[in-house]
């Protein structure tokens, strides 16, 4: 058994062909067409595989992104395609490979990695912890809004430069080029919604399904609320059936707007997130809350606790799985009832950090 280790380039095809054959065995098309930007030469380096007399028999891809929020910058390891041939499994493989990625994601001065999955107590054993907040809307009825001077389109071919123009606006995104919205836009079983001005402008787009993943969820989407809900009442008619909206929980003006519709919310949560570099993540927050006036935010990681509270109002927190959902929810400062209550107040400039990671990131 030799490993972890990255595949070299001429691998990358035996690599890729194991993944398909493992995780896409129904599908026509390969794994990495529908993660262009994670499963690629560019991305090598970040790639970590185990063989077994040159046969791959275990693999999981690491993909850093740099998140731009109002208040802090991330850099986040997105972690999938996590894989062990079924007759090297519980052998520990999938395990090291893991870890292995998480070393990688510490030297490359990652705050956190995250991972979506359903498996959460393999997970939880490697220090993950569901956290952070996703708002899900179930439009199942007739979604009529006043008429609105706008043309819809299902035509897939739109330029990325538009899409990227009011993917830009996002208060919360990715740092992403015009070339890998692209790419995102050529992921098979892709459908893109969009709403055009009379001038010929792009006023919102919405975008469903992602390759095996995501068939009736909206997972990307932007443009103003008022055009993007008369999008949704296109989809709605276009489609005939009910379809998901996925959002931040600081798309305030939407989540009012959709909660006066007869449609269903849900609250779940981002993905499971584990910190890797707990004091540069801290050192952003600090900055974050000076930034608002306040400079006496004590977070402070010890060998067997963190401290965490602001001036006097001091709290030890045992384990990093609560630190983590404390820093990005969905724990609500006030209802724990632990905090003075002009302490929540500060807390709240800034907590729960406003951390989203739109559809096409996720690996
Ligand atoms: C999940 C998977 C990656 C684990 O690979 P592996 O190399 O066997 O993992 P490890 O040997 O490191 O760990 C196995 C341990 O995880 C446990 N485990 C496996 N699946 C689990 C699950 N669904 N929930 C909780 N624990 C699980 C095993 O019981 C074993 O525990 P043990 O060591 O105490 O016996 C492998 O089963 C697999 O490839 N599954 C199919 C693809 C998949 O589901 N990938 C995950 C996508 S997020």
Partial sequence: MEGPRSPREAELPHVLDFLTKNLRSEAPWSIAAEYPTA?????????????????????????????????????????????????????????????????????????????????????????????GSEISFVIEENFD???????????????????????????VNSVRTIEETRKFLAIPETKVYTAWEPNGQLAAYAIEGKGIDLGGYIHEWGGSVSKLMALFSFIRVQKNQPFTVICPRHATNLIEQMQRKPVTMNQ????????????????????????????????????????????????????????????FGPIDYRAIGIFKEETVQKFEKIFPLALWIWGWDSI
């Avoid at 499963?39 to 970590?48: D, G, Q, V, W």
């Avoid at 999938?94 to 990688?104: A, P, R, W």
């Avoid at 705050?111 to 054993?125: E, G, K, Q, S, V």
Wanted: contains cysteine; aromatic residues 8%; proline residues 4%.
């Fill in 39 to 131: 499963l690629t030469s560019n991305n090598i380096h970040n790639m970590r595989i185990i063989a077994d007399e040159d046969r791959v028999v275990s693999h999981a891809v690491m993909k850093p992104l740099i998140i731009k929020s109002p208040h802090v910058i991330y850099k986040v390891g997105a972690i999938g395609s996590v894989v062990t041939d079924d007759k090297h499994r519980g052998q520990g493989l999938s395990t090291q490979i893991i870890n292995d990625c998480l070393k990688s994601a510490t030297e490359q001065s990652c705050d956190i990695a995250i991972l979506w999955t359903d498996l959460f107590d393999f997970y939880r054993r490697m220090g993950f912890e569901l956290a």
């Fill in 145 to 171: 809004v006043p008429p609105i001077n706008l043309r819809f389109s299902t035509d897939p071919k739109v330029s990325p430069d538009a899409i990227y123009r009011l993917y830009s606006s996002h208060s």
């Fill in 268 to 327: 779940g949560f981002l993905g499971m997130i584990k910190l890797v570099n707990f004091d540069q993540l801290a050192a952003k927050i600090k900055r974050a809350f000076r930034a608002e006036g306040v400079s006496d935010i004590v977070l402070e990681k010890h060998p067997d606790h963190f401290l965490f509270g602001i001036g006097q109002d001091l709290y030890t927190i045992n384990n990093e799985t609560d630190m983590v959902r404390l820093l």
